[in-house]
Each structure stands twice: as structure tokens, then as C-alpha cells.
Nanobody, 119 residues
């Protein structure tokens, strides 16, 4: 069973940048779809970005398009989320997820990392 550990969150001013990291324990990491989700207090969980096993295909939610970039390094079992031009609305707990083909509702999730963007 894959285990995921996120890091890189923190406090940043609006307009700043953060880079999130998600490290997987499983050597089959290169076969998984990977994604970043976020959840703010009082809001539903939201898909932020997703990336195919090879990294050749990516998807972004509308609020982050043009500002966030998801990438992966399969040799290091790591997926990244580069977040630029951060806005207060981006404040949330960010979770990494791995999907082996069963759908995100059955995906493996990391513990999350807090991102806080001040005005």
C-alpha cells in the first residue's frame, strides 16, 4: 500500500510562491495518476491539479490555471506543485493523492500540508 508524505506548506504573502512536495513509498509510483486536492474550512474538497503516470498529461482547476504547475519525478517517487501568484483564496490544507485506476474516491491520500496566504 502506497504511503504519501506532503511537505512545503507555510505562510506566504499574496503574490508570493510556494512549492509543495509529495513523496511516495511505493516503487510502482510511476504507474499512478497523481493529484493535489485542497480543502478550506467550510468548503468542499477541490481538485487542484492532476498528472498522468508519465507526466505527459496534466489537468488544472479553473481557479489555479496559469498560476500552479504540477510535475513529477518518477525516479524520486515525488510529485510537486509549484504555486505562483498566490491569493488569499488559495489558503487551504493541500493533500496529495495517488490513483491506480480505481478513481479518486478510492485513492490513497497523504496527511496534508497547510498553505496560508495573507493579504
Amino acid at each position: 500500500q502506497v504511503q504519501l508524505v506532503e511537505s512545503g506548506g507555510g505562510l506566504v504573502q499574496a503574490g508570493g510562491s510556494l512549492r509543495l512536495y509529495c513523496v511516495a513509498s511505493d516503487r510502482t509510483f510511476s504507474t499512478y495518476d497523481m493529484a493535489w486536492f485542497r480543502q478550506a474550512p467550510g468548503k468542499e474538497r477541490e481538485l487542484v491539479a492532476a498528472i498522468s503516470p508519465s507526466g505527459g498529461s496534466t489537468h488544472y482547476s479553473n481557479p489555479v490555471k496559469g498560476r500552479f504547475t504540477i510535475s513529477r519525478d518518477n525516479a524520486r517517487n515525488t510529485v510537486y506543485l509549484q504555486m505562483n501568484s498566490l491569493k488569499p483564496e488559495d489558503t487551504a490544507v493541500y493533500h496529495c493523492a495517488a490513483d491506480s485506476g480505481t478513481g479518486w474516491s478510492r485513492a490513497t491520500w497523504g496527511q496534508g500540508t497547510q498553505v496560508t496566504v495573507s493579504s
